[in-house]
């Protein structure tokens, strides 16, 4: 069984366009989280939800709206997309704030 | 607020060699510490973690860690590697109050010959 799942794996569209990606969990953790990794393979926080409350929200462009229907669940919604959003968007779960488990990625591609 | 180092962008081993990776971290207090790793087109899998007590910590496929409180280093090795073990290779800190925010290392590439 997949831990920490993602769809889609990978995503091409159009500048301008809105998506979502969307992360499912099924180890029972209260916490979720969304991550870039840039062309450079370097990973950075975006946003962090425990038990569906926004608990990180680092400086993302407001473009980039998270939300969470339930604790196992993390969307990620992306209006007006940029070139320079092309990345792979991981999403990872932990209990509290212990061991981050990481899904696949969605590979993203603006054009 | 804590910021990772690994120094070796690249690193070539031939495979049955000893691997020995980096990573330097600043935080006030002892860190969580963590290494991933990501093969090629995948995901990022937890190899280790650090929380407290002993200060040599065993993981998957081999590898191990040592914390060095006094040269603020987590780094990662193992004794023979194989070519499966071609890979990038993440160091990570948490601080202990810094709801589970992850700051990751810029990460080693580590290319296995035959």
């Known amino acids: 069984d997949t831990a920490v799942s993602q769809t889609p794996k990978y995503l091409v569209t159009q500048m301008g366009n809105d998506k979502s990606i969307k992360c499912e969990q099924n180890l029972g953790h209260d916490t979720m989280y969304w991550y870039k990794q840039d062309s450079k393979k370097f990973l950075k926080i975006m946003f962090s939800y425990n038990n569906k409350e926004l608990i990180i929200n680092e400086t993302v462009p407001n473009r980039f709206s998270p939300k969470s229907p339930d604790k196992a669940h993390l969307n990620l919604h992306i209006n007006s997309l940029e070139l320079g959003d092309s990345a792979v968007y991981f999403c990872?779960?932990?209990?509290?704030?212990?061991?981050?488990?990481f899904g696949p990625g969605t590979r993203l591609l603006v054009l | 607020a804590q910021s990772v180092t690994q120094p070796d962008i690249h690193i070539t081993v031939s495979e049955g060699a000893s691997l020995e990776l980096r990573c330097n971290y600043s935080?006030?207090?002892?860190?969580?510490l963590f290494w991933y790793v990501q093969s090629p087109g995948q995901g990022l899998q937890l190899l280790l973690k650090?929380?407290?007590?002993?200060?040599l910590v065993q993981g998957i496929k081999g590898f191990e860690a040592e914390f060095k409180r006094s040269q603020s280093s987590f780094n990662l090795r193992k004794p023979s590697v194989h070519w499966s073990d071609a890979a990038e290779y993440f160091c990570?800190?948490?601080?202990?109050?810094?709801?589970?925010?992850?700051?990751f290392g810029a990460g080693t590439q580590v290319v296995v010959t035959p």
């Open positions: 935080y006030g207090a002892t860190p969580y």
């Open positions: 990872a779960s932990s209990k509290l704030w212990e061991t981050q488990y």
């Open positions: 990570a800190v948490a601080g202990t109050d810094s709801w589970g925010k992850l700051q």
């Open positions: 650090y929380f407290s007590g002993d200060t």
